[in-house]
């Protein structure tokens, strides 16, 4: 039989599982917070997406014609070239470049201030066709270039399939074509053209920093990005600035309430009083395909 310490020991050990058991109990109905980890996807317009490449099309159409328009193009299928060949001196891309200006204002004094964008269009035009089986391999290897690689970079291609809307894929190849004539990226691109060029580099581009994304964001922001409070939040409480993450979930909750601002700014709070509460680890672009 067992004495009255052996059966003082057991009750205590009892208590104290029951104690434990209980305080497991109540930790597991605590309301858990979601961590502030994820980006909101990107979400663009697909009345203006339409419009947009309508007008590509007609634009397309209206290319001129002639010489300093040839010269134009030839330089661009150059590049593509280049770019798909091995390691190209430096000195030589220079060349190219600046080569590649002066024939673009060549084609503005032949062709008047509507001519690059035309251009431009037609070269979009191109591209589609040759991301099917429409053009001879070594025509399709000048227009690419290094653009698949620079896709899967990005993050717009995974496994060989595309992820963003397709309209990212023909906006960035815009982007290239104005760079690639000595234009800023975001130059003479619609406002859903601008939100998709910096709406991928702000929610979706893995390879960048949280810096480097609020920098984007700025410009989406600027250019009418949807859930940009959001996201300025998200990338706010990345960086370890709680302080500002909680001050724009805020103001995002106060304009549009909702569940998910209200649970961040009640995250970011609570990290701003616990600091062991900080951001998970983990990437910060919305997971899966964006239809």
Request: aromatic share 4%; with cysteine.
């Amino acid at each position: 039989m067992a004495t009255a310490s052996e059966h003082e020991q057991l009750l205590g050990a009892g208590a104290l599982l029951l104690i434990c058991a209980g305080c497991g109990a109540w930790m597991l109905l605590q309301p858990r917070l979601p961590d502030v980890a994820e980006l909101p996807a990107l979400q663009l317009d697909a009345d203006a997406v339409a419009t947009t490449i309508a007008g590509d099309r007609r634009e397309a159409a209206r290319a001129p014609r002639g010489p300093e328009a040839d010269r134009v193009d030839a330089l661009l299928l150059q590049q593509g070239a280049a770019e798909a060949a091995v390691l190209e001196d430096p000195a030589l891309q220079a060349q190219r470049l600046s080569r590649s200006r002066r024939a673009l204002a060549a084609l503005l004094a032949a062709a008047g201030p509507e001519a690059p964008r035309r251009m431009r269009a037609m070269a979009v035009e191109r591209l589609e066709r040759a991301l099917g089986p429409g053009l001879d391999p070594e025509l399709t290897r000048q227009v690419l270039g290094s653009f698949p690689t620079l896709l899967v970079e990005a993050g717009i291609t995974r496994g060989g399939l595309l992820v963003a809307p397709h309209f990212v894929l023909r906006t960035i190849y815009k982007a290239r074509w104005n760079m690639c004539f000595g234009l800023a990226p975001e130059h003479d691109l619609a406002a859903v053209e601008a939100q998709a060029l910096f709406g991928w580099r702000a929610l979706h581009d893995r390879r960048l920093a949280a810096p480097l994304k609020l920098a984007a964001l700025d410009q989406y922001q600027a250019h009418g990005g949807r859930h940009a409070p959001l996201a300025r939040g998200v990338l706010h409480y990345a960086q370890v600035d709680f302080a500002a993450a909680a001050a724009v979930f805020e103001g995002a909750e106060q304009s549009a309430p909702g569940p998910r601002l209200r649970n961040y700014l009640a995250r970011s709070r609570g990290a701003l009083e616990h600091p062991r509460h900080g951001p998970a680890n983990g990437a910060l672009d919305s997971a899966g395909a964006i239809p």
